[in-house]
T-cell receptor, first 115, second 108 residues
Framework: GAVVSQHPSWVICKSGTSVKIECRSL??????MFWYRQFPKQSLMLMAT?????????EQGVEKDKFLINHASLTLSTLTVTSAHPEDSSFYIC???????????FGEGSWLTVV | TQLLEQSPQFLSIQEGENLTVYCNSS?????LQWYRQEPGEGPVLLVT?????EVKKLKRLTFQFGDARKDSSLHITAAQPGDTGLYLC????????FGQGTTLQVKP
């Protein structure tokens, strides 16, 4: 079964609204989670590193005020796309790792469509 | 700047053909990973190569890590439609960074 779960799997929202995507680690604690964005037929682009109890670390070119990340517990990180626009439509994937096994697990991904 | 260059980016072949996907960089890596991703799903780890010159086999898939640990290749023998997907190489520096990806389509 999945060890990292994302919700929702897909969401449609109107331009200008905000949408939240959740990433949960199941059966393990993740002090660090990662958020990726993927456009069709393209690779995964790392957006930010989510750190439990502290601010997220954003990759160059990613607007931190637009993509709000909160990692309030050891099993949950959320990505909020604020004031969404059609160009934000994409596949968003999170991942989490366990320090003990040095293994990274990916969520199932969340399709966001902004209309 | 793309740290990992994958080629080709797109590949469409007939069932039974062989193919090779390349992952190149000017940087030296302690290890490289290969993933396969199907549409609408997260990537799945296929293999991790660690030692320069290392060759690993996974059924019809053969992975090689360059001697200088700057490049890697994935060779698929007798491709099948089930091999269709996006193949990604990646390196881990505390965060996983992916190459551009190779979209493979195997036609029956």
């Amino acid at each position: 079964g999945a060890v990292v779960s994302q919700h929702p799997s897909w969401v449609i929202c109107k331009s200008g609204t905000s949408v939240k995507i959740e990433c949960r680690s199941l059966d393990f604690q993740a002090t660090t989670m990662f958020w990726y964005r993927q456009f069709p037929k393209q690779s995964l682009m790392l957006m930010a590193t989510s750190n439990e109890g502290s601010k997220a670390t954003y990759e160059q070119g990613v607007e931190k005020d637009k993509f709000l990340i909160n990692h309030a517990s050891l099993t949950l990180s959320t990505l909020t796309v604020t004031s969404a626009h059609p160009e934000d439509s994409s596949f968003y994937i999170c991942s989490a790792g366990t320090a003990s096994t040095n293994t990274i697990y990916f969520g199932e991904g969340s399709w966001l469509t902004v209309v | 700047t793309q740290l990992l260059e994958q080629s080709p980016q797109f590949l469409s072949i007939q069932e039974g053909e062989n193919l090779t996907v390349y992952c190149n960089s000017s940087s030296v890596f302690s290890s490289l990973q290969w993933y396969r991703q199907e549409p609408g799903e997260g990537p799945v780890l296929l293999v991790t190569v660690v030692t320069g010159g290392e060759v690993k086999k996974l059924k019809r898939l053969t992975f090689q890590f360059g001697d200088a640990r700057k490049d890697s290749s994935l060779h698929i023998t007798a491709a099948q439609p089930g091999d269709t997907g996006l193949y990604l190489c990646a390196f881990n520096t505390g965060k996983l960074i992916f190459g551009q990806g190779t979209t493979l389509q195997v036609k029956p």
